[in-house]
């Protein structure tokens, strides 16, 4: 992969604040940004759910799958990616660490259960779309999986410059 001289992050994460640092990845780090980035915009996380659209319930379990992922990727590039190589330095894997524990985690735990218990409300001649549609929280849940869309667009957009590839996905105005 070609080498990236330095990237600029700039976020904005609820319950965190902003991330806004400039570093120089290594090797390591750009070969987990492609990674990570191929898992992100290959699922529900960046695509718009629609009203009416999708299945709730698939919707949060896509985003709890990148748990694994990122995990799993973080632990196959080992510990380059999350060591710092200068001081006040940051690193992949602390940014990967931020998305998931105050972007992901607050939603997950807050809607996993709420769904979960509604869910165990439905009958057995309602399909679970029928169901999901009926439920007084859809909308709010669909805004709040909206926003998260947002911030992860624009982290899998600095996963891209971390990684010195042309975005392959792009958010498209109707």
């Known amino acids: 992969m070609p080498k990236t001289e330095s990237v600029e992050i700039n976020l904005k ?5 902003g991330v806004k640092w400039t570093w120089t990845p290594n090797d390591a780090e750009r070969e987990a940004a492609w990674e990570l980035y191929v898992e992100l915009v290959t699922r529900i996380s960046v695509v718009e759910l629609k009203g009416g659209e999708g299945i709730l319930r698939e919707a949060l379990g896509s985003l709890y799958s990148v748990f ?8 196959s590039h080992g510990p380059e990616v999350a060591k710092p190589r200068k001081k006040k330095e940051h690193s992949l894997g602390e940014l990967a660490i931020i998305i998931l524990n105050y972007q992901l985690r607050p ?3 807050e809607w996993h259960p709420r769904l979960m218990e509604y869910e165990s409300k439905r009958s057995d001649d309602t399909s679970a779309k029928e169901h999901e549609d009926k439920w007084e929280c859809n909308d709010e849940l669909r ?8 911030i992860l667009i624009a982290y899998s957009d ?3 410059r ?13």
């Open 13 to 17: 994460i609820p319950l965190f604040g």
């Open 68 to 75: 694994s992922t990122t995990r799993g990727i973080l632990r």
């Open 107 to 109: 939603l997950l735990a």
């Open 143 to 150: 805004e709040r999986l909206d926003e998260t869309r947002r």
């Open 158 to 160: 600095c996963l891209a």
């Open 162 to 174: 971390i990684a010195n590839v042309e975005p392959l996905y792009e958010e498209r105005a109707e």
